[in-house]
Antibody, heavy 120, light 112 residues
Framework: EVQLLESGGGLVQPGGSLRLSCAAS????????MAWVRQAPGKGLEWVSA????????FYAGSVRGRFTISRDNSKNTLYLQMNSLRIDDTAVYYC?????????????WGQGTLVTVSS | DIVVTQSPDSLAVSLGERATINCKSS????????????LAWYQQKPGQPPKLLIY???IRESGVPDRFSGSGSGTDFTLTISSLQAEDVAVYFC?????????FGQGTKLEI
């Protein structure tokens, strides 16, 4: 059974940093791309970032490029999102999602999400 | 960036009736080399993560009831629920994964 478990969310001040983790199990982690998608309170879904199965290719939304860094440790079956220079509008539930392919595809499995609140 | 627009924003349908949600992308998401439309549909219920319903625009994910179907090509797509059930009340999103950023539509709230 595929399981994705996010952690690392919390309350942070504007300008601060946070590192999210997503522990994966139930599939061969290195074979699949992974993604982060966020959802502000009461709003829709916003794709944030993705990384290929081998970790060599990374992709970002314009709203986070230069501030967020996606990475993965295939030996630990874990996906990360390093978030720097956080802004109030980064407040959201952050979901990690497994991608159907090694580079591109729909998100066929999702974690339950971790809440990031940026506030002074 | 590809802009994805859904219509309507909300929809009320009687139990047993057909529900239709539309999704339009600002440019084609049909990849000529493999003839696939890089578009997915998700269902999200309150307090839950999204659930994949349809990928490649028309392929039903394993375990999804066959009352859900996807159609369309290029820039215009449709999610159809043939006979609405009470458990289908949710927000539905389409997403293009043709080019990054892999943008979502704004969502359609489906009610009874």
């Amino acid at each position: 059974e595929v399981q994705l478990l996010e952690s690392g969310g919390g309350l942070v001040q504007p300008g601060g940093s946070l590192r999210l983790s997503c522990a994966a199990s139930g599939f061969t982690f290195s074979r699949y791309a992974m993604a982060w998608v966020r959802q502000a309170p009461g709003k829709g879904l916003e794709w944030v970032s993705a990384i290929s199965g081998d970790g060599d290719s990374t992709f970002y939304a314009g709203s986070v490029r230069g501030r967020f860094t996606i990475s993965r440790d295939n030996s630990k079956n874990t996906l990360y999102l390093q978030m720097n220079s956080l802004r109030i509008d980064d407040t959201a539930v952050y979901y990690c999602g497994k991608v159907q392919g090694s580079i591109v595809g729909a998100n066929d499995y999702w974690g339950q999400g971790t809440l990031v609140t940026v506030s002074s | 960036d590809i802009v994805v627009t859904q219509s309507p924003d909300s929809l009320a349908v009687s139990l047993g009736e057909r529900a239709t949600i539309n999704c339009k992308s600002s440019q084609s998401v049909l990849y000529s080399s493999d003839n696939n439309n890089y578009l997915a549909w998700y269902q999200q219920k309150p307090g839950q993560p999204p659930k994949l319903l349809i990928y490649w625009a028309s392929i039903r994910e394993s375990g999804v009831p066959d009352r859900f179907s996807g159609s369309g090509s290029g820039t215009d797509f449709t999610l159809t629920i043939s006979s609405l059930q009470a458990e289908d009340v949710a927000v539905y999103f389409c997403q293009q994964y043709y080019s990054t950023p892999y943008t979502f539509g704004q969502g359609t709230k489906l009610e009874i």
